[in-house]
């Protein structure tokens, strides 16, 4: 009995460590240290271009930045990055800053090096890809990051997390402009078992600074082709979505609030509670776009 008690005891401390890692992550993905260029301190407020039309989507800069996008629906999306390929580390709209050189989650460097932006991706008709590769064998990723903060809304991602095992992978919100305290994640850990599922996943959603996390079942592998995430923020309530379709909410006090904060995705390695690694060859998640349509209070269409 005493040991049933205590395999319990551990089992639970242990399940409490891996989603505890979490806040540690992006709380120290804090201001990455070449933000002398791009002022990342006050990113969030002071009037950087990708400001300009956010929030009320008058001015969407997406379009500009996204010469594919004429054609398509984007359903009045503040913010449409189809990721069609631009050189340098920002984006011609100024909406989105690739990461690095800098030392961040669990001493991960992320370097804009392994951020990589292509036209197409083998078996996908649309257009403009963004891979982040963490490097194999090594503490290693890459991540990118809107320079400005945005509010309640409805925010969504197209990805192919990496079919490789060992690394973190993830779409997140994080307070601007220092990097939280308020978070929301969604995060995909390629040391669980179902990476080599042919239709199994999971996915975890945490919200900080509570903590409060959940890992919500997938009737796919999500390494195994692109599918949608997001998430509609609304005043004290957070609704995570799967293909557009609704997955687990959290109510929560900080939730209601009016912090604006950075649209984020990075992949890193290193933790063995959170993701494992590193792996032992190069992975890579894959993003088709990313859309934020502020202040929405249903799922769009
Ligand atoms: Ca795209």
Not at 35 to 62: C, F, V
Not at 70 to 75: F, P, R
Not at 177 to 204: A, C, M, Q
């Amino acid at each position: 009995m005493k040991a049933l008690l205590l395999l319990a005891f551990v089992s639970s401390g242990l399940l409490a460590s891996g989603c505890g890692e979490t806040p540690s992550r992006a709380k120290t993905d804090g201001p990455p240290p070449d933000a002398g260029s791009t002022t990342t301190g006050d990113a969030g407020d002071s009037g950087t271009p990708g400001d300009s039309g956010t929030p009320d989507g008058s001015g969407t800069p997406d379009g500009s930045g996204t010469p594919d996008d004429s054609g398509m629906n984007d359903s009045g999306a503040t913010i449409y990055e189809e990721f069609n390929p631009w050189s340098g580390n920002t984006s011609p709209d100024g909406v989105w800053r690739i990461a690095g050189v800098w030392t961040g989650t669990g001493g991960n460097v992320l370097d804009p090096a392994l951020a990589a932006l292509t036209s197409t991706y083998p078996g996908e008709s649309s257009s403009g890809f963004l891979s982040l590769t963490v490097q194999a064998n090594q503490l290693r990723g890459s991540e990118i990051q809107t320079i400005a903060g945005y509010g309640y809304g409805y925010y969504e991602v197209r990805m192919k997390v990496s079919p490789t095992a060992g690394i973190c992978d993830s779409f997140f919100w994080i307070e601007a402009p220092s990097y939280g305290s308020r978070e929301w994640d969604i995060e995909f850990l390629t040391n669980e078992p179902w990476i080599s599922s042919s239709n199994s996943g999971k996915v975890h959603y945490t919200i900080h600074p509570s903590g409060k996390s959940y890992t919500a079942d997938l009737p796919f592998n999500p390494s195994a082709g692109f599918h949608r995430y997001g998430f509609l923020w609304t005043p004290g309530k957070i609704e995570f979505t799967v293909d557009g379709q609704p997955s687990h909410s959290f109510t929560d006090a900080a939730l209601n609030s009016s912090a604006t904060g950075f649209i984020m995705m990075n992949a890193w390695t290193g933790n063995p509670n959170w993701g494992g690694g590193p792996p032992t060859q190069n992975a890579t998640t894959v993003y088709d776009w990313v859309k934020f349509y502020a202040g929405a209070t249903s799922i769009p269409k």
